[in-house]
């Protein structure tokens, strides 16, 4: 079995994909800020599937986490890193403070920047890494600003990795959703019309164990 590491994943799309995967052939590796929130998915998995799963509460903007995650990933020998934790906030140009842009950038690009790093120089080959991306990854908003600069830089660090790493055995796929039935969005008028969290860890299964002869990219998600 291969072993998948989802950060973010007491809640939300992290929690789907969590679920999913535990029902194929991996070992899954949880990450979250809530010791509370960790326990819950686990004991799910383990109560459902009958698997032990291996968990770290670990917070993003600290760098001794970072690091401690990093470790984690090498200890256990992990094979697929789905880069699922982040924040959004709405914001223009004029109500963005700039501390509000540190946390963004560090949450949303920094700490997958540094976690990426650290992996790969041990990991040289034979991985898979998918980046849960958004559509203001590729279209910009006024009213968000810094988020969809974060993204945006999520996006060319994966069309750089991917030329880093030409002619190994190596995916690197990226998800660009459009709005989720999640925490963030429970509060719009749309909200049971929005992309439902378990289709979106179908694919992402789908992804990694289908389609041995070719190679998945970049996906574009709408809902209907």
């Known amino acids: 079995m291969k072993n998948v590491f989802i950060s ?6 992290g929690k789907a994909i969590a679920l999913q995967l535990s029902k194929k052939n991996f070992n899954v590796f949880l990450h979250g800020r809530s010791k509370k929130g960790l326990q819950q998915v686990a004991n799910l998995i383990e109560y459902q599937q009958n698997k032990r799963v ?3 509460t670990a917070d993003f903007l600290k760098e001794k986490d970072l690091k401690k ?3 984690f990933l090498k200890k256990n020998s992990i094979e697929i890193i789905i ?4 924040e959004h906030f709405n914001g223009n140009i004029f109500n963005t403070s700039f ?3 540190k946390r963004l950038f560090q949450v949303n690009f920094f700490s997958i920047f540094i976690l990426i790093k650290d992996f790969v120089k041990w990991k040289k080959d034979n991985f898979v890494i998918i980046n849960l991306n958004s559509f203001a990854g590729k279209n910009s908003s006024k009213d968000e600003i810094v988020y969809s600069a974060t993204k945006h830089a999520l996006r060319s660090l994966s069309n750089s990795l991917k030329q880093q790493f030409i002619g190994k055995n190596i995916k690197i796929i990226d998800l660009f959703l459009g709005a ?3 925490r963030m969005t429970k509060k719009r008028k749309n909200f049971k019309k929005l992309i439902d969290p378990n289709d979106v860890a179908e694919l992402v299964s789908d992804v990694i164990t289908k389609y041995s002869s070719l190679q998945v990219s970049d996906v574009d998600i709408f809902r209907n």
């Open 54 to 56: 291996k968990s770290i």
């Open 69 to 71: 995650v990093s470790n």
């Open 180 to 182: 989720v039935r999640t």
């Open 99 to 101: 501390q509000q842009m």
């Open 8 to 13: 973010g994943s007491t809640k939300g799309i």
């Open 83 to 86: 880069n699922n934790a982040g």
